[in-house]
């Protein structure tokens, strides 16, 4: 059974940067059937994907368009793990995230973290 | 991007009787070289990360009661609870994985009568 354990910080200050990373057991982020994603969830916002990372004889990512300029998921296959950065965040980026592990559907998440943008 | 439309945003239902959720895709998320509807089916309770429930519109995942079932085809889809448990309370969420950027409905909330 694959799980996904979340950790970063909970507070972020307005321009700063959000980091997040997720550690994966029972699977590998170099899997050529998963993908890898950040997912959010506000009351504005609803459930919003935001980006994945997956290997297919070579690594891929493929962001939501309205977080491209500012997002960048990373991976550590030593670690066994990816990561999340979100550059430049602002109030409206306050969201509980998760990670996840897609085979077409979404059937692992991480936990979730509550992240707060504020001074 | 495939916008997901669910109705009704609300639903209070007594214990033991049928509770129904709809979801409206904007464009069609049956993949015609297969057969298949991407649209897959959530349960979310509080402080709770989502549950997969179905895949395929229909496929119901390993351990969901089977009084949940899944139908629909094209863009018109439904998730039925034949008789509502109390531990069903919970939001429910369409999602098309046909393409990015994936999509969520707005969620249904369903509630005790």
């Known amino acids: 059974q694959v799980q996904l354990q979340q950790s970063g910080p909970g507070l972020v200050e307005p321009s700063q940067s959000l980091s997040l990373t997720c550690a994966i057991s029972?699977?590998?982020?170099?899997?050529?059937?998963?993908?890898w994603n950040w997912i959010r969830q506000s009351p504005s916002r609803g459930l919003e994907w935001l980006g994945r990372t997956f290997y297919r004889s070579k690594w891929y990512n493929d962001y939501a368009i309205s977080m491209k300029s500012r997002m960048i998921i990373n991976r550590d296959t030593s670690q066994n793990q990816f990561s999340l950065q979100l550059n430049s965040v602002t109030p409206e980026d306050t969201a509980v995230y998760y990670c996840?592990?897609?085979?077409?559907?979404?059937?692992?998440w991480g936990q979730g973290t509550l992240v707060t943008v504020s001074s | 991007d495939i916008l997901m439309t669910q109705s009704p945003d609300s639903l209070a239902v007594s214990l033991g009787e049928r509770a129904t959720i709809n979801c409206k895709s904007s464009q069609s998320v049956l993949y015609s070289s297969n057969n298949r509807n991407y649209l897959a089916w959530y349960q979310q309770k509080v402080g709770q990360p989502p549950k997969l429930l179905f895949y395929?519109?229909?496929t119901r995942e390993s351990g969901v009661p089977d009084r949940f079932s899944g139908s629909g085809s094209g863009t018109d889809f439904t998730l039925t609870i034949s008789s509502l448990q109390a531990e069903d309370v919970a939001v429910y969420y369409c999602q098309q994985h046909y393409s990015t950027p994936y999509t969520f409905g707005q969620g249904t909330k369903l509630e005790i009568k």
């Open positions: 395929w519109a229909s």
């Open positions: 996840a592990r897609q085979e077409f559907y979404f059937n692992s």
């Open positions: 029972g699977d590998s982020v170099s899997s050529n059937t998963a993908t």
